[in-house]
C-alpha cells in the first residue's frame, strides 16, 4: 500500500474510531451516573456510620461484623435463597410443560398465551394487592372455596409455614407468562427434521424430550433459570404490601433487609453493608457463567472459522 493509500485509510479508522466515542459517550455517562457513582459510594459508606442528620464517621468493618453475626441476617438469607430457588425449581418445571403444551397445535392457543402472559403486564404492587384479597382469611375467595369443601380457615399470610410459600405462589403466576414465552420461542427454534429423523428411528416421545427437546433448549433453560433466580434474590415488593417481611420474620428478604435498615432504622451504614454482601454473592454466582459464555462464544467462532 503507498504512503497517500495508507494515510486515508489511516485518517478513516480515526474518524471512525471518533464517531463510535461518540456515539457511546451518552450510555457511558448514563451507566456511571446510575450504577458506578452509587455503587462506589455504596461501598465508601458500608465502612461508616451514617443516619442522614449527622456526616458520616468511620468505623471500619463494624458494619459487616454486626451483619454477619446477626441470627436474623442469617434467617433472612435462608428466606431468600429458599424463595429464589424454590420458583426456579417448581417454576421452569411447570413453564417448560406449558410452553410444550402450546407449542402444539391447539384451538384457542393464542388466546391462552395471552391469557397466560396478562400477569406480566400488571405491576408487582397490583398483583400482590389482588392475592392479599384472594388470601384473605375472612373474605378471600380461596378461603371462601375451602369451608363450602368442609376445609378450615386457612391464614396464608399469617401462619409462619404458609406465608412464604404463599408469596412464592403469587410470583410464580405474575412471572410465568414472560418466561413461558421465552421457551415457547426456543421450542420453535428446534429444527423439525431433528424430531422426525429421531421418530423414524424409533424414538418415542419421551425418549425425543430426553434427547432432542431438553438439549437443543439448553441455552433458554439456563437463560430463564439464571434470570429467574436473579429476580428471586431481589425479592421485596411481595413481602412489603403482603406481609411487611412476617409473620416472625418469615417472608423477610435481603432487599427488605436493605429498605428497613436505610428508611426506618436509618442505618445507612448497615444497609450499605448489607447491599454491598449481595452484590457480591451475585457477581460471584453469574460471572462464572457469563466468562463460560464468553468461552463458548469464542470456541463456536473459531470452529466455525476452521481455526
Known sequence: MRSGERSTVSSLDRQRSRAGRLLAAPALIVITAMTVVPLVMAFFLSFTRYDLLSPP??????????????????????????????????????????????????????????????????????????????????????????????????????????????????????????????????LKAIPPELLEAAQIDGAGALRRLIHVTIPQMRNSLLFVAVTWFMGGLQMFTQAYVMTQGGPENATRSVVYEIYKSAFSDLNIGRACAVSVLLFLFVAAFGLPLRVAEHLKARRSVHEASGR
Open 57 to 186: 464517621r468511620f468505623v471500619g468493618l463494624a458494619n459487616y461484623t454486626e451483619v454477619l453475626t446477626d441470627p436474623v441476617f442469617g434467617k433472612v438469607t435462608v428466606n431468600t435463597l429458599v424463595f429464589a430457588v424454590g420458583q426456579v425449581a417448581i417454576g421452569i418445571v411447570v413453564t417448560f410443560l406449558v410452553a410444550m403444551l402450546f407449542n402444539q397445535r391447539l384451538v384457542g392457543n393464542s388466546l391462552m398465551r395471552t391469557t397466560v402472559y396478562l400477569p406480566q403486564a400488571m405491576s408487582y404492587v397490583t398483583v400482590a394487592l389482588l392475592w392479599s384479597f384472594l388470601y384473605d382469611p375472612f373474605n378471600g375467595p380461596l378461603n371462601a372455596v375451602i369451608q363450602y369443601l368442609g376445609g378450615p380457615r386457612v391464614n396464608f399470610l399469617t401462619e409462619t409455614s404458609l406465608a412464604m410459600p404463599s408469596i412464592m405462589a403469587m410470583s410464580l403466576w405474575r412471572n410465568f407468562g414472560y418466561f413461558m414465552i421465552i421457551l415457547l420461542a426456543g
